[in-house]
């Protein structure tokens, strides 16, 4: 009965390398997002996606693409990998309405050596 | 874009005793404001909200205070339990579905 569920739970990778991280939804939401946590636990939005349209980019380099099949899934790439990139990523969903919360995902812990 | 300050970064707090963590935020449209409590290699797990037409809300030993004049917001936890050691972030979200965290209070309640 898992709401929000990502995977891999845990991902290390040498620098260079492309990874994914994915993310599916079973609440019926229509808007998914992409948080970056770092060491010092702050919590960054870097991507929205609502019916399939980023709606939010912040200022995360173009090694990032969310890609969403459909809407109960927002995927991560993630190119060229570089150590600063070593962090938790949480995929969230909500409703699209403004007083809605956020789920989120159990994290994905990312180490880039 | 909206700016949410948390304070404090840490609190320790007996076991019994009350915790307070307060946050102030930037925008005026902002209209919804939850509380999430992180535990160890856990997501984020909302807690408690409120709305910007509500000036108290109460959830057992959780109570949410809303001051939108002055913009602030500020979580209460009382008879806190050992279990409650977590850390929580609060949140300001508006019309737009664009939602802001604070930078995170880690509590620890001491047995």
């Known amino acids: 009965d898992t709401a929000v569920s990502q995977t891999p739970k845990y991902l290390v990778t040498q620098m260079g390398n492309d990874k994914s991280i994915k993310c599916e939804q079973n609440?019926?939401?229509?808007?998914m997002y992409w948080y970056k946590q770092d060491s010092k636990k702050f919590l960054k939005i870097m991507f929205s996606?609502?019916?399939?349209?980023?709606?939010i980019n912040e200022t995360v380099p173009n090694r990032f693409s969310p890609k969403s099949p459909d809407k109960a899934h927002l995927n991560l790439h993630i190119n060229s990998l570089e150590l600063g990139d070593s962090a938790v990523y949480f995929c969230a969903s909500s409703l699209p309405k403004g007083n809605s919360p956020l789920h989120f995902g159990n994290g994905t812990r990312l180490t880039v050596t | 874009g909206e700016n949410v300050e948390q304070h404090p970064s840490t609190l320790s707090v007996q076991e019994g005793d009350s915790a307070v963590i307060k946050c102030t935020y930037s925008?005026?449209?902002?209209?919804?404001f939850p509380w999430y409590k992180q535990e160890l290699g856990k997501g984020p797990q909302l807690i408690i909200d409120i709305r910007s037409n509500v000036g108290e809300k109460k959830d057992q030993r959780i109570a949410v205070t809303l001051n939108k004049t002055a913009k602030h917001f500020s979580l209460h936890i009382t008879e806190t339990q050992p279990e409650d050691s977590a850390v929580y972030f609060c949140?300001?979200?508006?019309?737009?579905?664009?939602?802001?965290f604070g930078a995170g209070t880690r509590l620890t309640v001491k047995p």
């Open positions: 996606y609502n019916n399939k349209e980023l709606i």
């Open positions: 949140a300001a979200k508006d019309n737009n579905n664009d939602m802001r």
């Open positions: 925008d005026s449209a902002s209209n919804y």
């Open positions: 609440l019926g939401h229509d808007t």
